[in-house]
């Protein structure tokens, strides 16, 4: 289908903030490549409307991501504003007159449930994933229980509110035993990711995590290599080996470029990468995510080199240097027609 009318969310108000901007651009100059008619939307701004409406031919710029993410001392007022502008009054009538709303509102709001549900009570079409399967994945300690259920390979993990708590046993356990990875349970792009390995640095990442009012995750950090599989629909495209310069794949490392090097397809033995594309096909489903969605699903091996499920992404990041892009590229397709194929999905 071209020539549709198309909004492109992007923007928000979660740490991914800058992340979301760059794939908002992206993604607005790939569909005016394809044809379409593009309004770039930032729900959290004032103005909310960025650009648009632009037509084919037209030039979209990029925004760059910083090496840290932004601050969070505006996020009350910002998700007013997210709620305020998907609810009523002039952008949520440019929403119910666009022919699509492509979601490019990665982490916060726009990752948990909260924009899909806004957007199916308009009876707007958007792309993604419903309310439902974003909140499924997006809390990480509920998501891999459900995924460890389905029997998928996930690791040992303990759930923590510090300050609400004393420190658990099993996470000194953990800590005593060897290197843990410490994380807020809901949250992307790796921020506020810590290798821990001793309990005075516990102590300072639990005090952070207290200031902020988050949840922590803490697991087992696993040596090996680290991979990650995105699917379509129902097709798992070529596996994505990351290759790390830096102990963790935290924020820096994902939008600097040359921090990692992301091979696609990855070089591992069919058998292996066939059994990567399987779990993410089965992670997917676990969690909800139907025919006409897309996910992306991260593994890290452990020291005998069996992969295990991290996390499920309900709308994994579209910036030039992102994952899944990476691996479109493997499958032979081209930027514009990735994101095409994610329009596809959600209007066939």
Request: contains cysteine.
């Amino acid at each position: 289908m071209n020539g549709m009318r198309v909004v492109v969310l992007c923007g928000g108000e979660s740490a991914e903030r800058d992340v979301s901007l760059a794939s908002g651009r992206a993604v607005a100059g790939a569909l005016l490549e394809r044809g379409h008619e593009v309004v770039l939307v930032d729900p959290a701004a004032e103005p909310p409307v960025l650009a648009g409406p632009l037509r084919p031919g037209d030039v979209v710029d990029g925004t760059q991501v910083g090496k840290e993410p932004p601050s969070l001392a505006g996020r009350a007022r910002a998700r007013e504003r997210v709620h305020a502008a998907l609810t009523g009054g002039p952008v949520l009538e440019l929403l119910r007159g666009a022919d699509l709303v492509f979601l490019a509102l990665h982490g916060g709001w726009g990752e948990d449930g909260h924009v899909q549900a806004l957007l199916e009570t308009a009876g707007v079409r958007f792309t993604g994933a419903d309310g439902a399967a974003c909140a499924a994945a997006w809390h990480k300690g509920r998501a891999q229980a459900v995924l460890g259920a389905a029997g998928l390979p996930v690791p040992e993990r303990v759930l923590w509110r510090p300050g609400a708590e004393e420190t658990p046993p099993d996470v000194r356990r953990l800590v005593e035993a060897g290197p843990v990875v410490a994380k807020p349970v809901a949250d992307g792009s790796s921020v506020a990711v810590h290798r821990v390995d001793s309990l005075p640095l516990l102590e300072r990442v639990a005090a952070e995590a207290h200031a902020s009012g988050g949840e922590l995750m803490v697991e087992p950090f696993l040596p090996g290599r680290e991979f990650t599989v995105a699917v379509l629909g129902d097709e798992a495209l070529p596996v994505v080996e990351i290759e790390l310069t830096t102990p963790l794949f935290d924020y820096t490392a994902k939008y600097q470029p040359g921090a990692v090097n992301e091979v696609c397809p990855a070089r591992v033995p069919d058998e292996f990468a066939a059994r990567l594309r399987e779990f993410a096909l089965r992670a997917h489903r676990a969690l909800g995510f139907g025919a006409g969605t897309y996910s992306r699903t991260d593994f890290r091996c452990d020291a005998s080199g069996e992969p295990m499920c991290l996390e499920v992404n309900a709308l994994p990041g579209l910036t030039s240097g992102s994952l899944l892009p990476c691996a479109a590229a493997g499958a032979g397709w081209t930027y514009p027609e990735l994101i095409q194929r994610l329009v596809d999905l959600a209007t066939r």
